[in-house]
C-alpha cells in the first residue's frame, strides 16, 4: 500500500529545463518537460575551462557557478535556453578553488567559498552584468550550505565534533557560532564530504565514506539533535545528497533525501523518522560508473550524474516504495565527465 501524501504541504512542480556540466568546458541545456524523454536544445563552450563546480545556483535567469581553476564565479545569461551567453566573470582572491555557489531566494547576492582557503564570500549581483565582491569571513570548513530561509550558512568541521555557522540575513554576515557535535570515529574523516540543504523542518544531512548523519534544529537554527549510522555496505561514500520535497512523503518521516553512493553506484531514496534511517527505494542502472558525481533534485524527479560513461539518468520516485529509471542520456563528446547539474523554468 502506498502511504499517504502529507496533505497540508504545497505541491512542488517539477522545472522544464536542465543545465548540466562537462569536464570539456561544455554546458548543455536540455528541455525536461517529458522526464521519459529529454530533448537537446543548447550548449554553449564555457569562457573559462574546468569549473568543477559542485552545486551552482540560478537567479533571475542567470547562471552563477564556481570557477575553481581561475577562482572566480561565471555569470552566464540562461534566460533564453535556446540562446545561452557568457555576461561577466568576478574574483574571488584572494579565496582559491571554490566549488559552492548559493543564492539568495529574495535579496540580490550570492554566497560562495574558497575551498583551500574556507574564506566565505558574498557577492553584490544587483547588476549581474557589474558583479562586486561584499564581505568576506573564514574558517568554517570546506563545506558550507545555508538554510532554507538564508538565515544561516552551517558547516561540519573538525571530523564531526562542531557545527559552525554564520548569520546570512544580509549580504553583510554577521558573527561566527560554535557547536558541538558528537557524531565522530576514525572512520569519518570525510563528515564534510557533502550536505544537503536544510528543509522547512531545519534538517541538515550530510554524509561521507561509509556513513549518514542528519542534525535536527530548533526554532533558534542551533543543533538540538543528532543521529548517524555507519554502514559500508548502503552508504559507501555517499556523495551526493539532495532534499525531497515534503509533500511527496508521509508524516511518518522527518525528512527524505536522494542519496548516491560513488563506489558501487547506487541511488538510494532514505527515510529519517527522528532516530532511525530506512533505505526506501534504490536503483543500480547497467553500466553504471562513478554515478556518485552530480545530483540535482526537482518535483519527484532525481536527475544524477554517470561520470565514467559520460551520461545523465532521470528517476521518478512515485511514492515511498520504489523508484523507476525513466531516461537515460549519452554523449561522449559534450557530457565527458559529467558532474553538475542544476534545474530550472525560463
Same mark, same amino acid.
Given at each position: 500500500?502506498?502511504?499517504?501524501?502529507?496533505?497540508?504541504?504545497?505541491?512542488?512542480?517539477?522545472?522544464?529545463?536542465?543545465? #548540466?556540466?562537462?569536464?570539456? =568546458?561544455?554546458? &548543455?541545456?536540455? %528541455?525536461?518537460? +517529458? /522526464? *521519459? !524523454?529529454? $530533448? @537537446?536544445?543548447?550548449?554553449?563552450?564555457?569562457?573559462?575551462?574546468?569549473?568543477?563546480?559542485?552545486?551552482?545556483?540560478?537567479?533571475?535567469?542567470?547562471?552563477?557557478? #564556481?570557477?575553481?581553476?581561475? =577562482?572566480?564565479? &561565471?555569470?552566464? %545569461?540562461?534566460? +533564453? /535556453? *535556446? !540562446?545561452? $551567453? @557568457?555576461?561577466?566573470?568576478?574574483?574571488?582572491?584572494?579565496?582559491?578553488?571554490?566549488?559552492?555557489?548559493?543564492?539568495?531566494?529574495?535579496?540580490?547576492?550570492?554566497?560562495?567559498?574558497?575551498?583551500?582557503?574556507?574564506?566565505?564570500?558574498?557577492?553584490?549581483?544587483?547588476?549581474?552584468?557589474?558583479?562586486?565582491?561584499?564581505?568576506?569571513?573564514?574558517?568554517?570548513?570546506?563545506?558550507?550550505?545555508?538554510?532554507?530561509?538564508?538565515?544561516?550558512?552551517?558547516?561540519?568541521?573538525?571530523?564531526?565534533?562542531?557545527?559552525?555557522?554564520?548569520?546570512?540575513?544580509?549580504?553583510?554576515?554577521?558573527?561566527?557560532?560554535?557547536?558541538?557535535?558528537?557524531?565522530?570515529?576514525?572512520?569519518?574523516?570525510?563528515?564534510?564530504?557533502?550536505?544537503?540543504?536544510?528543509?522547512?523542518?531545519?534538517?541538515?544531512?550530510?554524509?561521507?565514506?561509509?556513513?549518514?548523519?542528519?542534525?535536527?534544529?530548533?526554532?533558534?537554527?542551533?543543533?538540538?539533535?543528532?543521529?548517524?549510522?555507519?554502514?559500508?555496505?548502503?552508504?559507501?561514500?555517499?556523495?551526493?545528497?539532495?532534499?525531497?520535497?515534503?509533500?511527496?512523503?508521509?508524516?511518518?518521516?522527518?525528512?527524505?533525501?536522494?542519496?548516491?553512493?560513488?563506489?558501487?553506484?547506487?541511488?538510494?531514496?532514505?527515510?529519517?523518522?527522528?532516530?532511525?534511517?530506512?533505505?526506501?527505494?534504490?536503483?543500480?542502472?547497467?553500466?553504471?560508473?562513478?554515478?556518485?558525481?552530480?545530483?540535482?533534485?526537482?518535483?519527484?524527479?532525481?536527475?544524477?550524474?554517470?561520470?565514467?560513461?559520460?551520461?545523465?539518468?532521470?528517476?521518478?520516485?512515485?511514492?515511498?516504495?520504489?523508484?523507476?529509471?525513466?531516461?537515460?542520456?549519452?554523449?561522449?563528446?559534450?557530457?565527458?565527465?559529467?558532474?553538475?547539474?542544476?534545474?530550472?523554468?525560463?
Amino acid at each position: 500500500m502506498l502511504a499517504l501524501r502529507r496533505p497540508t504541504a504545497a505541491a512542488s512542480g517539477p522545472d522544464t529545463h536542465l543545465l #548540466a556540466y562537462d569536464d570539456d =568546458d561544455y554546458l &548543455n541545456c536540455y %528541455d525536461i518537460t +517529458d /522526464p *521519459s !524523454s529529454p $530533448s @537537446f536544445v543548447s550548449r554553449i563552450t564555457r569562457p573559462h575551462s574546468q569549473d568543477q563546480a559542485n552545486r551552482v545556483a540560478i537567479k533571475d535567469g542567470y547562471l552563477y557557478s #564556481a570557477h575553481r581553476v581561475g =577562482d572566480s564565479i &561565471n555569470i552566464i %545569461d540562461v534566460s +533564453d /535556453p *535556446s !540562446s545561452m $551567453s @557568457f555576461t561577466a566573470n568576478v574574483s574571488i582572491s584572494p579565496d582559491t578553488d571554490p566549488q559552492f555557489v548559493y543564492a539568495h531566494p529574495d535579496k540580490d547576492f550570492i554566497v560562495t567559498q574558497g575551498t583551500n582557503t574556507r574564506g566565505i564570500l558574498t557577492i553584490d549581483i544587483s547588476n549581474p552584468a557589474s558583479p562586486s565582491a561584499n564581505t568576506r569571513a573564514s574558517a568554517i570548513g570546506n563545506r558550507f550550505v545555508p538554510d532554507s530561509g538564508f538565515n544561516r550558512a552551517f558547516t561540519v568541521q573538525n571530523a564531526g565534533t562542531q557545527l559552525t555557522s554564520f548569520a546570512l540575513a544580509n549580504s553583510a554576515m554577521g558573527s561566527e557560532t560554535v557547536e558541538s557535535l558528537s557524531i565522530t570515529s576514525d572512520s569519518r574523516e570525510s563528515i564534510e564530504w557533502d550536505v544537503s540543504p536544510v528543509d522547512g523542518n531545519n534538517y541538515l544531512w550530510h554524509g561521507g565514506i561509509n556513513y549518514l548523519a542528519v542534525i535536527e534544529f530548533g526554532s533558534d537554527l542551533t543543533p538540538d539533535s543528532e543521529y548517524y549510522v555507519e554502514d559500508s555496505v548502503n552508504y559507501d561514500r555517499v556523495s551526493n545528497i539532495r532534499a525531497l520535497p515534503a509533500d511527496l512523503y508521509s508524516t511518518t518521516y522527518k525528512s527524505v533525501v536522494a542519496v548516491t553512493a560513488r563506489d558501487d553506484d547506487r541511488l538510494m531514496i532514505i527515510g529519517y523518522d527522528g532516530s532511525t534511517f530506512t533505505i526506501l527505494a534504490s536503483d543500480v542502472p547497467s553500466g553504471a560508473s562513478l554515478m556518485g558525481y552530480g545530483m540535482a533534485v526537482t518535483g519527484n524527479y532525481i536527475i544524477s550524474g554517470d561520470a565514467g560513461v559520460n551520461r545523465f539518468h532521470i528517476w521518478e520516485w512515485d511514492s515511498e516504495t520504489s523508484v523507476s529509471l525513466l531516461s537515460t542520456v549519452t554523449d561522449a563528446t559534450y557530457l565527458n565527465n559529467i558532474k553538475t547539474f542544476i534545474t530550472y523554468t525560463p
